[in-house]
């Protein structure tokens, strides 16, 4: 296949995203329905901006919560798009109506996920399979059969007439699949949507699968946009790599490049975690804690810095990044001890409110207590990341005031081959960081 | 449920059809005939060869009336059934897959049909009806209708409402077909199994109501034809005078056919829901080793 | 096998009886879960590892039948009567599942789960003593004390799993049985579970059955691997060995179909896992092994030793039983994609 330039010809560009935002409104409590307001917004696609360009495979890895299914179905306008643009072959497609973009369909097209749950349980093989060639009026009677048989056996179901008339639950996992993807390559598409195609089948299955997608590119002449959240089977499908996080890319960029020399700390963290079938690898240790946060409210600045091993200065500190840091602490000590440190804090439900800077009461009247707890965690952890991101401390009266530095949003930026979304490689946060970092350090030994 | 009940519910139900088809033939004479060979019946005469079941206050003969009453139930079950379900099937379709607003609205309307007692209803049209279209088999069966098209809306609808959310739904959207394809192809034939079972406890329960209609006065012209219910009712006055058989058999049939019509119902829907299909026990035979020898 | 194992299973079979025929789903098993050591017991889907799991617990539905030896603290698990069992249940032997919101109850809290446990089994501690066990073991699975009183919903899928598995250990069980712990979960939870899961026979001294279908974490977390494949152990031994050198064709196939970051090229196992009401005669293994030999087909192999692995493979032996003959190869049987998976 040919190579991929970094910089693209507009010729080349099959589908252009820019801006690219899906946002959900989610029902709240009862009482919150009842009064009309809505609990909140799932940004499942904040803001995503890439190209994709005819005949690569681009792959879109991420884990749950990433948006990565969500990106895939809003690009085919299966789901409406907040804002944003996205352009298949110089059309726009957030803005065409439910009849236009059923023309556009035939295009483009989506194997899913889950092979037991995509084929209608009440249709045979042969009527799944046709189904499209009737409903886009391709072809009919002989014809339309034909085109059925051949397809059939373009993935893979020989002789195609043992499987005509056989219904879904006759067939094995990886059968159903490849029924799935005759249905989505019977109209010839140019473009094809793979949602963790292979992720439900078996090990010995999923090379057979992924090696009948990689013929079908060749024969078809087909882009893929491959969505997954294994990054094993993404190097070895695709050539391109975008990963997700909380509905933003973080990095995107050549797959070699990606899985040599990985830039931003999720991809690495993705790249140590993946287990390896070499038993002289030990389960990895150096992991980022906790987990993927709730979409509805993400951290503030960069949403990967509560687990981030190398977060600084600008990357977005917080009250919640406080409460996680007790709370941390008070796992792994006796109960006394927790009791008592928790007593302390009146008002600890005020670390759920994304703020930056916060006033907690202390119990005992005297704001220092509260401050005494924290050096007390400074002191068992001093290169805990959290603590460059705290700007002043202070106690007034009863109470203790926090604050931190303000986040910085992150910008994507070009570093070498990929297009990376992380302060390390911002000369300008970097130096931003720095002079919060003096400024801190002067108050501090100020005595302030 | 043991097979022999099923067995006895299909077997009932078969035995009251076999009746209603052939009751010309069956029945010793007409429903409404007070008289044969030129000779009155007498007026409440007990059971006996001439008439089995005995004659009621208005000289006809009880047995007929069974037998004739046996079409009547039927007809307006079946017309009624067919016509709650043409009705409320592709409402709760329509309802399921589109949502919004046509959704609210015909969902509020069943929930007000539905809260309304049944009988009560099925009373009010029936007396609507009455003074536009005459009593009749039509009325009865109108509004027994009316009465069960939000059973059948709401059963489809919910499920509609969650088969919409299957991939294999997602799929067909995915390639270009339009909202109807998608109800005719996708979601129907997947909801329609709930059809059955529900149809014929439908059917069950609409004896009930029908007859409910008639001992209430009601339900078709003593004219029309027989009715178990309008039996009934004429039977309460003979019961003080110990004439017991005017409202037994009468009676007897109602539960009968109910009774057949219900386990039937419930065998269907054993059929159809695997939930509640019991496995049956097969023992295992731990000796049995088809295989060439093992160690 | 293992001097002092906690668990021994002895030719275990657990059959179903169905209306096309009896399901041998495990045919013969014996395997030794040695004391805080992590056993890995790998294979795809339908191979009967899960009933494994289930049967070494009693946790079998109406329609299976077992037989076979299972022992534990010198009683056979499967002659005990099922109130016996339940005494066993908890404390001594615990099971986590896949999907940890199923198994919690929505409607009742964190708290109550532990205490409930605790109570049932442990009677005679104080409150006091079980809210101590039940955030000790939470705090060891990172859920904080802050959290002790939320409801199941409140808390992601990894946290779940962690409660899951906190609430199965602070029983203190000897053998803990794992049933695909994280597949549902996203990759960096899951090496976390792993780290959490590897370090059991540190924290809590107990030993671990990891069944899975993953073979990286496999390699990753334990110490002996057994390899399952239509209902029968085929291959055994130390993670490190079987990973380097298999001698099942079955382990080796199933190593280089297994895609990971190294893989440069793909392959796949041709046909699809026998049908274990019927499964072939002698070796079942035979229709899809590049390596069959004549006696495959003829007679079910005999389990060999060599050093400290366990294969059930006739090229491996034992060479004085394969008759005149039979160390023919055959060639592979063709395979149409209608067989296959």
Not at chain 2, 135 to 154: D, N
Not at chain 3, 202 to 212: D, R, S, V
């Amino acid at each position: 296949m040919r190579t991929r330039p970094d910089v693209g010809v507009d010729d080349d560009v099959l589908v252009s995203v820019r801006g690219l935002r899906t946002h959900y409104s989610i029902r709240g409590s009862f009482g919150q329905r009842l009064v009309g307001r809505e609990a909140g917004n799932v940004k499942a696609v904040d803001d995503v901006s890439f190209d994709l360009r005819k005949g690569e495979v681009l792959g879109l890895v991420g884990e749950s919560g990433s948006g990565k299914t969500t990106l895939g179905r809003t690009i085919l306008g299966l789901v409406r798009a907040t804002d944003g643009s996205v352009r298949f072959d110089g059309e726009e497609i957030t803005t065409m109506s439910e009849r236009e973009l059923r023309t556009l369909r035939r295009q483009m097209q989506i194997v899913f996920q889950d092979p037991h749950a995509s084929l209608n349980p009440a249709m045979t093989i042969a009527d799944s399979v046709g189904h499209p060639l009737r409903i886009h009026k391709v072809v009919s009677g002989r014809e339309l059969e034909r085109r059925v048989a051949e397809t059939l056996e373009t993935v893979g179901l020989a002789p195609a007439e043992q499987f005509l008339g056989k219904y879904p639950s006759d067939l094995s996992g990886g059968q159903k699949q490849r029924a799935v993807i005759a249905r989505a390559i019977i109209l010839n598409p140019v473009l094809l949507v793979a949602d963790e195609p292979v992720s439900m089948l078996d090990m010995s299955v999923r090379a057979k699968i992924l090696a009948l997608m990689l013929d079908l590119r060749r024969e078809l002449d087909l882009t893929y946009l491959y969505i997954t959240h294994d990054l094993a089977t993404a190097k070895f499908f695709c050539d391109r790599i975008a990963i997700l996080y909380l509905g933003r890319i973080v990095e995107i960029g050549p797959s070699a490049s990606i899985y040599e020399d990985p830039k931003h700390p999720y991809t690495q963290a993705l790249l140590r975690a993946i287990p390896e079938p070499d038993p002289r690898r030990s389960v990895p240790r150096d992991l980022p804690r906790g987990e993927v946060p709730d979409a509805a409210s993400p951290p503030l600045g960069c949403s990967f810095h509560p687990r981030c091993p190398r977060a600084f200065e600008v990357c977005g500190w917080e009250t919640r990044d406080l409460r996680d840091l007790l709370e941390s602490r008070w796992s792994h000590q006796e109960e006394e001890e927790y009791a008592r440190e928790r007593a302390l804090i009146e008002n600890l439900d005020s670390l759920d409110i994304p703020r930056v800077d916060v006033r907690l009461r202390a119990a005992s009247r005297r704001g220092a207590d509260v401050l005494e707890l924290l050096e007390a965690a400074r002191e068992e952890d001093p290169d805990e990341p959290f603590w460059r991101g705290v700007r002043s401390t202070r106690a007034v009266d009863d109470q203790a005031e926090i604050s931190w530095h303000e986040p910085v949003e992150p910008r994507a930026l070009d570093v070498g081959p990929v297009r990376v979304e992380c302060h390390l490689y911002d000369e300008d946060a970097l130096a931003e960081a720095e002079r919060r970092r003096v400024e801190t350090a002067g108050s501090e030994k100020a005595g302030v | 449920m043991t097979r022999t009940m099923l067995w006895l519910g299909v077997g009932i139900t078969l035995a009251f059809v076999f009746i209603a088809i052939f009751a010309p033939w069956l029945a010793p004479y007409d429903f409404d005939a007070f008289q044969a060979n030129g000779e009155r019946f007498r007026q409440l005469e007990a059971p006996s060869r001439d008439h089995l079941f005995g004659t009621n206050v208005q000289s006809t003969d009880v047995l007929s009336r069974i037998i004739w009453g046996t079409r009547t139930e039927l007809k307006v079950v079946l017309v009624s059934l067919f016509f709650s379900i043409t009705v409320g099937v592709p409402l709760g379709l329509l309802s399921g897959y589109f949502g919004g607003k046509l959704d609210r609205v015909l969902v509020l309307l069943m929930d007000v049909l539905l809260v309304i007692p049944f009988l009560m209803l099925a009373i009010v049209i029936a007396f609507l009806l009455a003074d536009k279209v005459g009593q009749g088999i039509f009325t009865a069966a109108i509004a027994i209708t009316v009465v069960y098209i939000p059973l059948y809306f709401r059963v489809v609808r919910n499920h509609t409402i969650s088969i919409k959310e299957e991939p294999f739904v997602e799929a067909a959207r995915a390639l270009g077909a339009k909202p109807f394809t998608i109800i005719r192809k996708y979601v129907f034939f997947n909801v329609v199994q709930n059809v059955p079972p529900l149809a014929t406890l439908n059917a069950a329960d609409a004896i009930l109501t029908l007859a409910a209609l008639g001992f209430l006065g009601y339900g078709i012209q003593p004219t029309d034809g027989a009715e178990w219910g309008y039996d009934v009712n004429r039977a309460v006055s003979d019961a003080a005078s110990g004439i017991w058989w005017t409202g037994l058999f009468p009676g007897l049939a109602i539960v009968l056919l109910v009774l057949g019509l219900t386990l039937f119902g419930e065998s269907v829907n054993e059929t159809m829901n695997p939930v509640l299909r019991k496995r049956p026990k097969v023992d295992v035979d731990f000796g049995a080793q088809p295989d060439a020898e093992r160690r | 096998m293992i001097a002092t194992p906690v668990v021994s299973v002895r030719d275990l079979r657990v059959y179903y009886g169905t209306v096309r025929g009896t399901v041998r789903a495990v045919d013969r098993v014996s395997l030794d879960i040695g004391t805080s050591e992590v056993l890995g017991l790998v294979g795809e889907s339908g191979c009967g590892k899960s009933t494994l799991g289930r049967g070494i617990l009693g946790l079998l539905p109406e329609s299976a039948a077992s037989d076979g030896e299972v022992q534990y603290g010198g009683k056979n698990l499967l002659t005990m009567s099922a109130k016996e069992l339940r005494h066993y249940r908890g404390p001594e032997l615990g099971l986590i599942f896949q999907e940890p919101m199923t198994r919690l109850n929505p409607l009742m809290r964190i708290e109550d789960h532990f205490r409930e446990t605790l109570e049932q089994h442990e009677p005679r501690l104080s409150g006091r003593e079980i809210r101590k066990r039940s955030l000790e073991t939470l705090g060891r699975m990172g859920i904080p004390p802050t959290r002790f009183r939320q409801y199941p919903h409140e808390f992601s899928g990894g946290m779940r799993q962690r409660i899951m598995i906190a609430l199965a250990l602070v029983l203190r069980p000897k053998l803990l049985i794992a049933d695909e712990p994280t597949t549902s979960l996203d990759v960096i939870v899951e090496a976390q579970i792993l780290s959490i899961l590897a370090d059991l026979r540190e924290n809590f001294g107990t030993a671990l059955l990891l069944i899975t279908h993953n073979l990286g974490i496999v390699a990753e977390a334990c110490d002996r691997v057994a390899v399952m494949y239509a209902g029968e152990i085929v291959e055994e031994g130390a993670a490190r060995d079987v990973f380097a050198e298999p001698a099942h064709p079955y382990t080796q196939a199933l190593l280089r179909s297994t895609i990971s970051l190294e893989t440069t090229d793909l392959h796949s196992i041709p046909g699809a896992p026998p049908d274990l009401i019927a499964p072939p005669p002698a070796c079942r293994f035979r229709p899809r092994c590049p390596e069959a030999m004549s006696v495959c087909e003829e007679k079910h192999p005999v389990e060999e030793r060599i050093d400290h692995r366990r294969v059930l493979c006739w090229l491996h032996g034992p060479h004085d039983q394969i008759p005149e003959g039979g160390a023919e190869k055959l060639g592979r049987e063709e395979i149409s994609v209608a067989d296959e998976a």
